[in-house]
Structures are given as C-alpha cells and as structure tokens.
C-alpha cells in the first residue's frame, strides 16, 4: 500500500511546484525604456602649412663676385597657408664649410629684422631665429636679411662659395576649450 503514499507524495510535490511558477508568473520583468541619440557628429582637424616667397632654390639670395664691405638686403614673407594660427622659428645649416662660413668675425654676417625690430645679428653660421608673434591663418609676416662680408675679411676669403639653407618650422599654437 505504499503506492498511493508515494503517489500522494509526488502529487504534493508537483503541486507545490505548480504553485511556485504560478507565483513567480506574476512577478513579470517587463520593463518600459526609451532611448534618444546624437546623430552626425564628427571632429575634424586642423591644417598647417606655410610658406615663403622664395622657396626656389637660390631665390632669397645668389651672389658672386663678392668684395670686402658688399651688402646684400633682401626680404622673405612668410604666408600661414593653413587654417591654423602658428608661430615660427628659423634655423640655418650649410652644405659645406668654408671661410665664409666657419670664421664668425671675417665670414659672412647677417642681420635680421621684422619692420624696426633686430631678431639677430651676427655670423650667418650662428643665426637662429626665436619663435615669431603669431601668424593668423590665411596672415603673413615680414622678414628683412641684411647680409655682409665684413670689410676685414682677406685674401683668405677670394674664390669662396658658401651654400647655406634657412629652415622656417611652425608650430601650432596651443589647443583651447571649446
């Protein structure tokens, strides 16, 4: 007669469990939601790029035939041909090393100005131009080379040629909140 007692027992026990998923069946988890969105956005970046106006090789300057105490001035202007604002430096370097070159007080000299102001002044060797003001985009700016060979230079200095390059870097100015 154990067999209806196991079946009662199993019975309650699949009623209990009948009961259990009923109780839970109301307890549902369904939820309402919404969602919206930032459609189209993009960060796009800036350009920099400059240039001068005697970016030809031997076009701010190609001399022969120099003599103690010759001068030579000649003007660079430097366009912002990006759409960024930037400052720059200017930097020289020489292909070769002559007297021209080498000897700081008899060689080659040079002064450079922006309107009245000096930038530098010395040997060409050495000419090394501090950051500018800044150079809006689309803006310009003006430099003047006076160059010289000193009238103490001598016959050291005869049949000399001193190929140099003057490098211009911008760098852009520094980013903002916005």
Partial sequence: MRKPAILLAGMALSALVLIGLTATADRSSANFTA??????????SATLTASNDKSAAASLVSLSNMVPGDTANRTVVLSNTGNAGFTYTGAISATANTLLWSDTTNGLQVTVKRRATTLYTGALKNMALAASPTVAASGTDTLTFDFSLPSSADNTFQTLTQDFTITYTATQLAGAAR
Avoid: A, D, M, S
Wanted: glycine share 20%; aromatic share 10%; net charge neutral.
């Fill in 35 to 44: 969602t919206t969105t930032n459609p189209g956005n993009q960060f796009g």
